[in-house]
């Protein structure tokens, strides 16, 4: 079951520079894993080094140092590029500019015509995407005249028509509006369900709350990792590397400091009126 | 404002031309383009445009629209034809005062050129009017594929048109972004001498251009993340099948060259 899809081993990456410069380590000894099946968020501010991650994990970039395995495949050795990419794709940001054809259904069917699957395999593939991201009714549409939340799943069912089995979603809802954002957020839960392996690349912890792992980076190196509970409850540690707990946890952690007690792990609304009126109701009976 | 421009555009009506195969529709065209040149007296003008109301019939797009297409050339159709009346002195004088004459051979050119102009307009909007751009493309790559064993690359070409056609709503909304954001800097782009107008662009263009390139990496990234290597071992979603309805408008199209060629021999030629 503990099948291990994406393996980061002490992993170096620095850009060159306008004039050839080498710049500081964008990724600076990162190492972690993924197995088959995860929900895994990974945490950064602007420049903390999370969109490279999202690069090199399907060989877009190659670590300078160290070493990137997907499944078992090596993402430096070149003949491998294929392999890697039909198990790893790439949700990008604007969702404008991942959109190739003038069709949804033709940009669905891009990466598989890519891979040269018979026609009437591709036919059922993009039929079956667009259907799991629920935008099958959208099939004939011009790409332009849908919202940024129905543009960014059609970028999605692009990835699914290639049967990958990981996706990775570098910063998805940071140009949408809330609906969009929502509509996005809910597919990502869905392919989830279906066994999907994610990786979530964001700025909000509240996209972060459900997921089986969170990985916090700070200028290239990662400073925490573990379940959302265990990582939320370091809120001293995380303000250090501008990133905002949940407004609910910080909200508890005020209540608790006033001298009421409350539980230091809250993270959903829910959580937080069942243990507030919990709570209350436990002074009423004193 | 560019929002206007209506060359190209497409109104699905699900007709019976926007059934035919797109590649088939192209080579149609050319053959009437063609044919409407070739003809030479009445008959065959006749035979013409009755053949151009049929489909314009047939594509059940409005005729409004349709004309309303026809009316941005009007001024060229009319200076053209005033232009054969006035200059051709072949035939029966029919008017004839100071320095200008007009004959018969002048006002048959006239009608001739106006006629053809408008079928010429008329059949070749009706292939955009009745196709989708991609489709469009998609048919001229395969037309034009045995141009590849001559080493053209003509899916790279194929992909820039099917990238710019893609990329031109995008574009425009951007630059709709950037006027209003430069507008609200204090920016008066309809106000001033031309020089100071065309001045005022730039600050609209710089930025797009910088956009454009920006948008330029991104989806070649993305299309790199989706396994694209050029055109070789591609598969496509839509095939082409060639149809009973090609064959009618093959067949449509045979007995109207057929027709203009006997017009052409059993009658004078007007012009």
Request: aromatic share 8%; with cysteine.
């Amino acid at each position: 079951m503990n099948e291990t899809i994406l393996k980061f081993e002490d992993v170096y990456y620095a850009y060159e520079g306008d004039e050839g410069e080498t710049l500081p380590n964008a990724v600076d000894g990162v190492s972690f894993e993924i197995n088959k099946g995860e929900f895994v968020a990974i945490l950064g501010h602007n420049g903390s080094g999370k969109s490279t991650v999202a690069k090199l994990t399907n060989a877009m970039l190659v670590p300078q140092k160290g070493k990137i395995f997907v499944k078992e495949y090596d993402t430096s050795v070149e003949d491998n590029e294929l392999k890697i990419r039909t198990t790893v794709g790439i949700v990008m940001q604007n969702p404008d500019n991942q959109i190739v054809a003038t069709i949804v259904e033709e940009d669905v069917a891009f990466g598989p015509e890519n891979l040269g699957v018979p026609q009437k395999e591709l036919r059922t593939r993009v039929d079956n995407a667009l259907k799991l991201v629920g935008m099958y009714e959208y099939k004939d549409y011009e790409p332009h005249k849908l919202s940024g939340g129905q543009k960014q799943r059609i970028a999605i069912a692009g990835v699914i028509a290639m049967q990958t089995e990981c996706i990775v979603f570098d910063e998805p809802t940071a140009m949408l509006d809330p609906k969009g954002r929502k509509e996005v957020l809910a597919a990502i839960h869905d392919l989830r369900q279906k066994g999907y392996t994610i990786v979530l690349i964001t700025h909000f912890m509240e996209e972060a709350v459900d997921a089986d792992k969170i990985i916090v980076m700070n200028d290239g190196k990662i400073i925490l990792t573990g379940t959302p509970k265990e990582v939320f409850t370091q809120s001293d540690l995380l303000y250090e590397c501008d990133l905002a707990v949940p407004q609910v946890t910080l909200l508890s952690k005020a209540i608790k400091n006033n001298g009421i007690n409350m539980p230091d792990d809250i993270l959903t609304t829910d959580e937080f009126i069942n243990a507030f009126t919990a709570n209350i109701k436990q002074k009423r009976k004193l | 404002m560019i929002r206007d421009i209506t060359i190209g555009q497409y109104f699905p009506t699900g007709s019976f031309l926007h059934k035919l195969d797109p590649r088939s529709k192209i080579i149609l065209v050319l053959c009437y383009l063609v044919l409407i040149f070739a003809c030479r007296n009445f008959f065959g003008l006749g035979l013409i445009v009755t053949l151009t109301l049929l489909f314009v019939a047939v594509s059940k797009v409005s005729f409004k629209l349709i004309f309303k297409g026809l009316k941005s050339i009007v001024l060229i159709i009319i200076f053209t034809s005033l232009l054969q009346l006035f200059y051709n002195d072949k035939g029966d004088i029919l008017l004839e005062f100071w320095k200008i004459k007009i004959t018969t051979g002048g006002v048959f050119t006239a009608i001739f050129m106006a006629v053809r102009i408008c079928c010429l307009i008329l059949v070749s909007s009706l292939l955009t009017y009745t196709t989708s751009p991609t489709l469009l493309t998609d048919a001229i790559e395969r037309l034009l594929s045995p141009l590849n064993k001559i080493h053209v690359p003509v899916h790279t070409l194929a992909m820039m048109m099917t990238i710019a056609l893609r990329f031109i709503p995008t574009l425009i909304e951007e630059i709709d972004h950037i006027m209003s954001a430069q507008k609200a800097r204090g920016a008066s782009l309809d106000t001033g001498s031309l020089t100071e107008r065309a001045k005022a662009l730039i600050p609209i263009f710089v930025p797009l251009f910088i956009n454009s390139f920006r948008r330029a990496f991104d989806l070649a990234f993305a299309m790199e993340c989706r396994c694209y290597h050029g055109g070789a071992g591609r598969t496509r979603l839509r095939v082409m099948k060639l149809g009973y309805r090609d064959a009618i408008a093959f067949a449509v199209t045979t007995i109207a060259i057929v027709g203009v060629i006997l017009f052409n021999i059993f009658f004078k030629s007007v012009i």
